[in-house]
T-cell receptor
Framework: AQKVTQAQTEISVVEKEDVTLDCVYE???????LFWYKQPPSGELVFLIR??????QNEISGRYSWNFQKSTSSFNFTITASQVVDSAVYFC??????????????FGKGTKLTVNP | KAGVTQTPRYLIKTRGQQVTLSCSPI?????VSWYQQTPGQGLQFLFE???????NKGNFPGRFSGRQFSNSRSEMNVSTLELGDSALYLC??????????????FGPGTRLTVL
């Protein structure tokens, strides 16, 4: 069965600190996709990144970077030089390719990040 | 391009009533998925519709139902509301390839409060 674990429930940092959000997943499928979403207080889930199981290359987008390691089933997210606007709940999610024709996402419980000025 | 829209944004109902929530996907997207978000259970998949057909369903009672129209707009209905149905209901749309590869884009959600 699919499962996503975000062990960190809440993290609090001071502005300009680097912070890493952990994500560990479980799946029996060999082809799958991993996602990160940001949920600000407004409630809408904002898409950040999608990664497929065959691409273990790390990705960097501005202050955001992602480290995907199949050997440890992890897909961690790092924010460099955090800013107050980064305060939000961050969700890691998993989608399996062989779902019988569906787009279902399985989410972790989320990590609430608070960046203090 | 306009994003996913959901109406209404807020809703207050009493136990036993029923409610209908609406979702309009991004233009060109044919798949609409619904999720329930609660503090205790987190984000849980309700169902997905593609080409007016339910393609997948989560583990929710039959009181939760949905449908999709020919223009890909979707509605979900909850009958005989219970206090535990209080939640943020999120709708997401995607191209709908069905291979689990598509990115789902979410709407702002409908916050339902059951009194």
């Amino acid at each position: 069965a699919q499962k996503v674990t975000q062990a960190q429930t809440e993290i609090s940092v001071v502005e300009k600190e680097d912070v890493t959000l952990d994500c560990v997943y479980e799946t029996r499928d060999t082809t799958y996709y991993l996602f990160w979403y940001k949920q600000p207080p407004s409630g809408e889930l904002v898409f950040l990144i999608r990664r497929n199981s065959f691409d273990e290359q790390n990705e960097i987008s501005g202050r955001y970077s992602w480290n995907f390691q199949k050997s440890t089933s992890s897909f961690n997210f790092t924010i460099t030089a955090s800013q107050v606007v980064d305060s939000a709940v961050y969700f890691c999610a998993l989608s399996e390719a062989n779902q019988g024709g569906s787009e279902k996402l399985v989410f972790g419980k989320g990590t609430k990040l608070t960046v203090n000025p | 391009k306009a994003g996913v829209t959901q109406t209404p944004r807020y809703l207050i109902k009493t136990r036993g009533q029923q409610v209908t929530l609406s979702c309009s996907p991004i233009s060109g997207h044919r798949s609409v998925s619904w999720y329930q978000q609660t503090p205790g259970q987190g984000l849980q998949f309700l169902f997905e519709y593609f080409s007016e057909t339910q393609r997948n369903k989560g583990n929710f009672p039959g009181r939760f139902s949905g449908r999709q129209f020919s223009n890909s707009r979707s509605e979900m209905n909850v009958s005989t509301l219970e206090l535990g149905d209080s939640a943020l209901y999120l709708c997401a749309s995607s191209l709908g390839s069905g291979r689990g590869t598509d990115t789902q884009y979410f709407g702002p959600g409908t916050r339902l409060t059951v009194l």
